[in-house]
């Protein structure tokens, strides 16, 4: 009987199968959908609107949220305040705000606020734009909002 020698070929598309589903399987887990994008950029602004204003609570100076081109600056509307405005931009290109300014203190209820975090819908694929919502009720933090 003659000793077989190197693989048939249904071997051969068995190990490849295997590692075409593992490397599909690695690609799709390392993937960042635009979801998770956006989903990360709010909780990213939760944080720094809780931050501000728990700031202004503390230092006893208003601070203001605003929106740039490319991002958000949170400063005081009093010139010699002490307060260093902070502008950070977005982590993910094309994320708009439908909401222009916030006031975040420094008394402990402020107006009632809703953010629509969106991203620029894709004209070439045809999807719609994703929106998340953030918002606070003037008493509560700041959180995601259904």
């Known amino acids: 009987m003659q000793r077989q020698r190197g693989l048939t070929l249904l071997e051969l598309l068995v190990v490849f199968s295997i590692i075409a589903v593992a490397s599909a399987g690695v690609v799709f887990a390392m993937r960042d959908t635009t979801q998770s994008l956006l989903e990360r950029e709010a909780q990213r602004l939760i944080a720094q609107l809780e931050a501000a204003r728990t700031q202004s609570r503390a230092q006893g100076v208003p601070l203001v949220w605003t929106t740039t081109d490319t991002g958000f600056v949170i400063a005081s509307p009093i010139a010699d ?47 719609p734009p994703i929106r998340v919502r953030i918002g606070t009720n003037g008493l509560e933090a700041f959180h995601r909002l259904p």
């Open 81 to 127: 305040s002490g307060f260093v405005a902070q502008r950070e931009n977005w982590l993910s290109p094309g994320v708009v705000v439908d909401q222009t300014a916030i006031a975040l203190g420094p008394e402990p209820i402020i107006p009632p606020a809703t953010l629509t975090l969106t991203t620029a819908s894709g004209e070439r694929t045809g999807t």
